[in-house]
């Protein structure tokens, strides 16, 4: 896969420096273009240029912060892409600098989302001051536009990926709740999408929280169901019996797994992790049930870490059913392989019903990542 940092091309950055010199004879293009090739822009990563642009753009838009905003508003509607991050990003440079900049990055960042995305730049103004700011997105919550109404869930996110995590709604999501409550029957799967991976963050610390307001809502429609379902997702992985339950996978006692093989005890890195079992439904009716496995990766201390993985999420009927698995053990960016035994578990509606050991071969000198 081609690094992200390489989304910015010459060209892309010309047809930026292109389009504000037309709106603004002024732009001094060539000097943006010299300015975002400083170093260390050659070896930098795909964030580290994109505030690379957004210093340029600092350094070359007008010193009034309302004429820049303006230029960088209209410009934006002519791209697309996530590589056009620094629009937002040089709303959140500019505008964090004085306070009375707020409620204008606040407009425009609004603005601009309908084009990129801005629930990066948004997270400094909310932790600097957090009620005012939820009340700019309770508005936003509301608005026709979908893209508006998934910056307001998306923002507020207490963990979200790639951006910096909000330590006062990781301690006191309340004020998110409240806003995400009134978004479970948005129209808009996008939107939804969004105010499902805010519940799943706040999941990560309060699961009790979070599944009181599924007990509760579960049921109003399919769209909240979708939503409450997939927020739930992580208390769904941890086995928790009460998020199982509530969302159609009680323990299962008539439900068992036999035959269970690791048909590959020894896997060298690279390779396929392969596995079979049966479920059995011991009942005279089909039943549902949530079939994951996880393995224990070794760590660089020799403990293992837990993983699992979803098989399938259906109903089973009478009888036996037989389930085959391979799993790559191949190199990814998330995860440090090390040889040694790992440990492979078997999990039906929360419940390890199997388990064994495998072993990962490779030279120490080559555990990769």
């Not at 060209?11 to 709106?23: M, Q, S």
């Not at 004020?175 to 991976?197: F, I, K």
């Not at 739930?232 to 036999?258: M, N, S």
């Amino acid at each position: 896969m081609e690094p992200l940092r390489n989304l910015y091309t010459d060209e892309k950055l010309e047809a930026v420096a292109d389009t504000l010199r037309k709106l603004e004879p002024a732009f001094p293009a060539g000097r943006f273009m010299d300015l975002v090739h400083r170093d260390p822009w050659g070896e930098a990563p795909f964030k580290e240029r994109m505030r690379l642009v957004t210093l340029a753009l600092r350094d070359t838009l007008p010193e009034s912060y309302e004429m820049a905003l303006h230029l960088l508003c209209q410009a934006a509607k002519e791209f697309r892409g996530v590589e056009y991050i620094f629009f937002p990003d040089f709303i959140e440079l500019r505008g964090m600098e004085k306070p009375e900049h707020e409620p204008a990055s606040l407009a425009a960042l609004a603005e601009i989302s309908r084009y990129s995305t801005s629930e990066f730049a948004i997270r400094p103004f909310l932790q600097r001051r957090p009620e005012a700011v939820m009340e700019r997105l309770a508005l936003w919550s509301k608005s026709p536009d979908e893209h508006v109404r998934r910056l307001a869930s998306e923002g507020c996110r207490p963990r979200l990926p790639w951006g910096t995590r909000l330590p006062v709604f990781v301690r006191n999501p309340e004020p998110v709740l409240s806003l995400l409550e009134t978004m479970l029957d948005d129209a808009s799967e996008y939107v939804r999408r969004s105010v499902a991976n805010n519940l799943n963050d706040i999941a990560k610390d309060h699961p009790q929280r979070v599944l009181e307001l599924a007990v509760r809502e579960i049921g109003s429609s399919a769209r909240t169901d979708w939503i409450l379902k997939h927020g739930c997702r992580t208390l769904l992985k941890q086995g928790l019996p009460e998020a199982l339950a509530l969302f159609g996978y009680p323990a299962a006692a008539d439900a068992g797994v036999e035959r269970f093989r690791i048909l590959t005890p020894s896997v060298e890195f690279g390779g396929e992790l392969e596995f079979s079992f049966e479920v059995h439904n011991r009942g005279e009716y089909s039943v549902p049930l949530r079939i994951e496995y996880e393995i224990g990766f070794v760590k660089a201390s020799g403990s293992l870490s837990g993983k699992r993985f979803k098989l399938s999420e259906r109903s089973y009927p009478p009888g036996i059913s037989a389930v085959a698995r391979h799993h790559a053990l191949k190199p990814i960016t998330t995860r440090r392989y090390y040889p040694g035994v790992h440990a492979l578990k078997v999990l039906v509606n929360g419940v390890e019903l199997a388990a064994g050991p495998f072993e990962l071969t490779m030279p120490a000198a080559e555990a990769r990542a």
